[in-house]
């Protein structure tokens, strides 16, 4: 919300200062019509070197006007940044918690919990080959996991996928 402010800001000051260059211009015209301009005048001179403040002046209006369209449609810079920052903090929060669960953990469900978290989905089979485990003592370690309502498994043809629940 705060770069639509900036944004439609900054292009209200550059059609204001634009405003003010056409005014300026105009006197300027008028100036040089009064004056009769010949190459040589001193009051001509004068209107020339004027003339090109103005060209600088209509330079900082593209610009401002340019910048302000930037700001009030292009920029999402500021809510990528919150989105991230958010994410970065959820993602802390969920490997502390994750952490503190592993402590309450024996070392075989530590290393299934792990594994799992490191690829959720994993299918039985793989786990098995991953924490390096009997295919007895894996089953009992998930039996364990799942009535602590730490993981849940979800059938897969021949076999299970696991997931974490935290």
């Known amino acids: 919300m705060e770069n639509r402010k900036l944004g439609s800001l900054f292009i209200l000051m550059s059609i204001v200062f634009l405003l003010l260059i056409f005014y300026f211009n105009f006197n300027l015209q008028e100036q040089s019509n009064e004056a009769g301009c010949s190459p040589t005048s001193a009051e001509c001179i004068k209107v020339k070197n004027s003339i090109s403040i103005t060209n600088l ?14 700001i009030l449609f292009f920029n999402k ?29 024996d070392s075989y469900e ?6 799992i978290k490191e690829q959720d989905g994993i299918t039985q089979n793989t786990l098995k080959i991953r924490a ?17 309502n730490l993981i849940k498994r979800v059938k897969k043809g021949k076999t299970l996928e696991i997931f974490l629940k935290i």
């Open 57 to 70: 002046a209509f330079g900082f209006f593209g610009f401002m006007f340019g910048l302000g369209f930037y």
């Open 77 to 105: 810079t500021e809510k990528a940044i919150l989105k991230k920052l958010e994410d970065e903090k959820n993602n802390k929060i969920k490997d502390e918690k994750f952490n503190i669960i592993l402590k309450a953990l």
């Open 110 to 115: 530590q290393k299934v919990m792990k594994e």
């Open 132 to 148: 390096n485990m009997s295919k007895a003592k894996l089953s009992y370690v998930l039996q364990e996991l799942e009535k602590r």
